[in-house]
């Protein structure tokens, strides 16, 4: 995925065992579509942090930053099952009794606003794993990292020039194919040095230039339509909203449709097409 440093940094910190304190946090930072998440998966699923972890839980924060929410689904998480137990005391015990002497990983994905005390609160009840327990979180704040981390926060820079064309031609050119033209391959690097390493904007890039074949369409693309990115939030809002505005009308409704369902959420695809239809969209 072109990010063997930051893998490696992250694993150090995740299979240390000559720790100081009980749980041990780790913050990755960096603005959105910078790719956290995606280090954060891949470190999770690596074969060696799975057998150094009693148990591996993964939950997804966002927006609000609610204590019992976030319990209940740790818990879950923990369980591999719903939970509707509501009573914060239950909560509270079940965390302990799933925790309790073992060694685990737990990620806490895309944390905004948190408060001193809130955070505490929780963290006091996720301190009966085992030492050598880690915890991840992503952030887009440093503020946030500075408030929960016990580590130095480790922040995330953008993908190399190499890793950013490989991923670009990737998507531009579909599965099997691949570009043997040097002048269009040019094109390509001056269009991946333009999104500045920002893995999301490259994604995005390459999916509009899927549609784009020639070598005319790439350069112009290139010197009118895609100005150059800079890691900040808006230029990056630009890019997407560029692959919005080349969706046809018809199917520009359906994607705003997909605004009703809640961040994070696992939409299901029949589901997602029986609305569609419902909504004569399709
Ligand atoms: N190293 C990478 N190689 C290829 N694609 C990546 C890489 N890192 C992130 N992505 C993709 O870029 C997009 C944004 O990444 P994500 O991890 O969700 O960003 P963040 O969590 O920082 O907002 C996702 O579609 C993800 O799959
Ligand atoms: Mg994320």
Redesign the pocket.
């Known amino acids: 995925?072109?990010?063997d440093d930051d893998k490696k940094i992250v694993m150090k910190f995740l299979l240390d065992s000559n720790v100081k304190e009980h749980v041990s946090i780790l913050p990755i930072v960096?603005?959105?579509?910078?790719?956290?998440?995606?280090?954060a998966q891949c470190v999770y699923n690596d074969k060696m942090v799975t057998k150094y972890f009693d148990l591996k839980m993964w939950v997804c924060v966002s927006n609000d930053f609610d204590v019992k929410k976030i319990v209940k689904n740790i818990i879950a998480c923990a369980k591999k099952k719903e939970q509707t137990e509501v009573v914060m005391e239950h909560l509270q015990s079940e965390l302990r009794g799933e925790i309790d002497g073992k060694r685990y990983l737990l990620v806490l994905d895309?944390l905004w606003n948190v408060d001193q005390e809130k955070w505490l609160s929780l963290k006091t009840l996720l301190v009966g794993g085992a030492r050598g327990s880690k915890i991840l979180i992503?952030t887009r704040l440093p503020l946030v990292a500075k408030i929960i981390g016990t580590a130095l926060p480790h922040f995330?820079g953008g993908?190399s020039e190499k890793?950013s064309v490989d991923?670009l031609m990737k998507i531009a050119c579909g599965k099997g194919e691949e570009i043997q033209d040097p002048e269009m391959l040019a094109i390509a690097k001056e269009i991946a040095r333009k999104c500045s390493g920002v893995?999301?904007v490259v994604?995005t890039v390459g999916s509009l230039l899927f549609f784009k074949k020639t070598n005319f369409e790439w350069l112009h693309f290139k010197d009118y339509e895609l100005p150059d990115v800079s890691q900040r939030e808006d230029h990056i809002k630009y890019v997407l909203r560029l692959s919005y505005d080349h969706l046809p009308s018809h199917l520009k409704q359906c994607f705003a449709f997909c605004s009703l369902f809640p961040k994070s959420y696992k939409i299901r695809k029949q589901t997602l097409v029986n609305l569609w239809m419902a909504e004569g969209f399709i």
């Open positions: 995925m072109g990010r960096g603005i959105g579509g910078l790719g956290k998440t995606a280090l895309d992503t995330l993908l890793a991923l893995p999301l994604r």
